[in-house]
Nanobody, 132 residues
Framework: QAQLVESGGGLVQPGGSLRLSCAAS????????MGWFRQAPGKEREFVAA?????????????FYSDSARGRFAISRDNSLSTVSLQMSNLEPEDTATYFC????????????????????WGQGTQVTVSS
């Protein structure tokens, strides 16, 4: 069955960096757009970043970011390894949350990729804590 497993979370100081990874199995990875969402205690799950399923050029995909993530985070995918990564830099305490990756079949619409209800599969999440 389809499975997504996140890793790479942890405790980091403000201004630091982390790289999250999500390993996919049980479905045709290169037919799915991938997204990262996060959920802080007492808050709803929110969109962070997404990458479309089909490249627009050789190994180049459309990517989308939340306002808070743009310029600090970078999403990428490796279809040969069935993984999606989120490189996070200049982290702030407000980035503290559980981060989830999701898969959306043939996802290409920015509108749909920003909404969790359009995702087919979810991982269990990895905790990111930004604190001094």
């Amino acid at each position: 069955q389809a499975q997504l497993v996140e890793s790479g979370g942890g405790l980091v100081q403000p201004g630091g960096s982390l790289r999250l990874s999500c390993a996919a199995s049980g479905f045709t990875f290169n037919s799915y757009a991938m997204g990262w969402f996060r959920q802080a205690p007492g808050k709803e799950r929110e969109f962070v970043a997404a990458i479309t399923w089909r490249p627009i050029a050789s190994d180049t995909y459309n990517t989308f970011y939340s306002d808070s993530a743009r310029g600090r985070f970078a999403i990428s995918r490796d279809n040969s390894l069935s993984t999606v990564s989120l490189q996070m830099s200049n982290l702030e305490p407000e980035d503290t949350a559980t981060y989830f990756c999701g898969a959306q079949r043939f996802g290409s619409s920015e509108f749909n990729l920003r909404l969790g209800r359009y995702y087919n599969y979810w991982g269990q999440g990895t905790q990111v804590t930004v604190s001094s």
